[in-house]
């Protein structure tokens, strides 16, 4: 099996801390960076000089930027670049503040494209690498009172999808990583939910004030979900998406034959827009 170096964000909790923990066992380097390092102290304890950490909050860009640069300075090579620090947003738009927007859209689609920047000149140089970017169903799917959520999610995989075709001729792959509902604690310590309004109660966007809830039921083995993440990057060429979760399969599967439908009923009508015959 070959060994490789991965830098991940978000590495203190969820998939992150599973694939690093994964990584570490099969004898990985791993560069794990997040706001809290402390919470690496164990691993750090176990598995010496394999783990490199840093302070990263990814929303400030020059540290990110800064990260980068001394990981790939000390580390030399990295093969695998790992965006996964994220959170989710829920409720109406209207019961959002601007600066619960401001931190959803820095966190899940700003820094992920500043990660990506910071990182593409050491592939290049290096003549390649895999750049995998943890979203969810809900960057294809959407769901009542998660909005904001989905556009950060939408958004960062039409900047990945993008980044795949310019990236493929210098021997990087990027994957978008699909999951479905695992118990990680996404909901109750990655989510936020702002001050309810009345006017939204019982309606469909009211559902999501329920997100933390930790008897809400999940359908995929996190850690299977993480060994998923990890054996995608031994498969050539890199696949764009990859689906976890028979929950997130049918929610993208009917969300895309739903879209497509509404596009294939418009066949006649788009053309009468058309340039007539010369």
Do not use: C
Not at 10 to 15: I, Q
Not at 45 to 52: N, R
Request: hydrophobic content about 40%; aromatic content about 6%.
């Amino acid at each position: 099996m070959e060994r490789r170096t991965w830098l991940i964000t978000g590495a203190s909790s969820g998939f992150g801390r599973l694939m690093t923990e994964q990584l570490l066992r099969r004898g990985d380097r791993v560069a794990a960076t997040a706001r809290r390092t402390e919470a690496l102290d164990d691993l750090a304890a176990t598995y010496g000089d394999a783990l490199w950490t840093a302070h990263l909050d990814v929303t400030d860009t020059e540290e990110l930027r800064a990260v980068v640069e001394r990981a790939f300075a000390e580390l030399g090579r990295i093969d695998v670049i790992v965006s996964n620090a994220g959170y989710g947003l829920f409720g109406a738009a209207e019961e959002l503040s601007d600066e619960q927007i401001q931190a959803q859209l820095a966190t899940n689609l700003i820094a992920p494209i500043q990660l990506l920047r910071a990182a593409v000149p050491y592939l290049r140089e290096q003549n390649g690498g895999r750049i995998i970017q943890v979203s969810t169903y809900g960057g294809q799917a959407t769901n009542p009172g998660a909005s904001l959520y989905h556009a950060s999610k939408w958004g960062v995989e039409g900047f990945m999808e993008g980044n795949a075709r310019d990236l493929a001729p210098f021997g990087i792959g990027v994957t978008i990583v699909e999951p479905g509902s695992a118990a990680t604690g996404f909901r109750v310590d990655s989510s936020q939910l702002p001050t309810p309004l009345e006017a939204y109660d019982g309606t469909p966007a009211a559902m999501s004030r329920g997100i933390q809830n930790p008897a809400l039921p999940s359908v995929s083995d996190p850690e299977k979900v993480a060994a998923a993440i990890i054996a995608s990057v031994d498969v050539s060429p890199a696949p764009l998406r990859l689906v976890t979760g028979s929950d997130s399969q049918k929610y993208i599967r009917d969300a895309l034959a739903e879209r497509l439908a509404d596009i294939d009923a418009q066949k006649a009508s788009a053309a009468t827009t058309d340039l007539a015959s010369a």
